[in-house]
């Protein structure tokens, strides 16, 4: 099950800027693409990747073009939907997973995935000073067969949530919330497991998180998407066991802390045994 749907079993974590912060020439993409609507560019996206993936010539990179922007509406102070932003970044998300699938295997099975005169190509087509521009502020984080532990903490169960469903199907469930707030409850987080529990990896990945976080605009809005995965697992109350197990570790409290996990591991290894099935 690689594959529902035509799309990978992918999450992913954005985050969407004011219009202001974006420089002319963005500007001018989202004002192009702002009437579109978001199933709209996730069937674009979609589309594109399975495009490249089916070339006749092994060449999985995108070419370069007018990027796609997705808009995200969420409530002002005063209530009023508001559009922010977020650059999907094809070429630099490309390069750097790339240079992951690089550093994970080698021999003939890169040569398959990644020919040498496809590397060649991609590197030629890239301009140097975008890229070095976006790789100070790539907007989007992607896992496959799951979502980070660390990325639940940045959210609680009271945002705002979005489900997608078709058919009896759900697409997808988006989570939102200010960056600002994101960042604090990170912060808390680490705080806490710093003293707690410093031998978790769950601290490095929180602090990596929020320096990550500190390159975006204070105004900025932070989305989950849980891709099809949410179809596997929601409803889904990771954010809050997260939260209570973090608490526990804090308080010293080692039950409540083994049976938050527990509940996390009960709902998300059958997601990874799925993955390794595959």
């Known amino acids: 099950m690689a594959f529902q749907g035509g799309a990978p079993v ?3 974590l954005r985050a969407y800027e004011p219009l202001d912060v974006f420089d002319d020439a963005d500007q001018l ?3 192009e693409q702002r009437s579109r609507k978001r199933y709209e560019t996730e069937e674009l996206d979609r589309r594109a990747s399975m495009n490249r993936t089916l070339r006749p010539l ?3 990179y995108p070419r370069p073009g007018q990027d796609l922007f997705r808009v995200l509406l969420y409530p002002s102070a005063e209530g009023i939907p508001t559009p922010y932003y977020c650059p999907n970044q094809l070429l630099v998300r490309s390069t750097l997973a790339a240079e992951t699938l690089a550093e994970t295997i080698s021999g003939p099975l890169l040569d398959v995935l990644l020919p040498e005169s496809a590397r060649e190509a991609h590197r030629d087509r890239l301009d140097a000073d975008q890229l070095v521009d976006s790789l100070a502020k790539v907007h989007t984080r992607s896992a496959i067969w799951g979502i ?9 169960e009271d945002d ?3 489900l997608v469903e078709e058919d009896g199907r759900i697409h997808t469930v988006r989570l939102a919330a200010p960056v600002h707030q994101c960042m604090e409850r990170a912060r808390f987080a680490v705080a806490s497991l710093a003293v707690a529990a410093p031998e978790l990896d769950l601290l490095e990945e929180l602090t990596d998180l929020v320096e990550w976080l500190s390159a975006f605009d204070d105004g900025a809005i932070l989305e989950l998407d849980y891709g099809w995965l949410a179809d596997l697992v929601y409803p889904d109350d ?12 804090a308080d010293g409290d080692m039950t409540g ?3 938050a996990y527990r509940r996390m591991a009960q709902r998300w290894i059958p997601v990874r045994q799925l993955a390794r099935s595959n």
């Open 10 to 12: 992918v999450s992913y």
């Open 29 to 31: 993409a989202i004002l």
């Open 58 to 60: 092994s060449d999985p």
């Open 148 to 156: 980070p532990f660390g990325w639940f903490v940045l959210f609680h």
């Open 160 to 162: 705002q949530a979005e």
């Open 238 to 249: 990771s954010p809050m066991d997260v939260r209570h197990g973090i608490e526990a570790l």
């Open 257 to 259: 802390a083994a049976a």
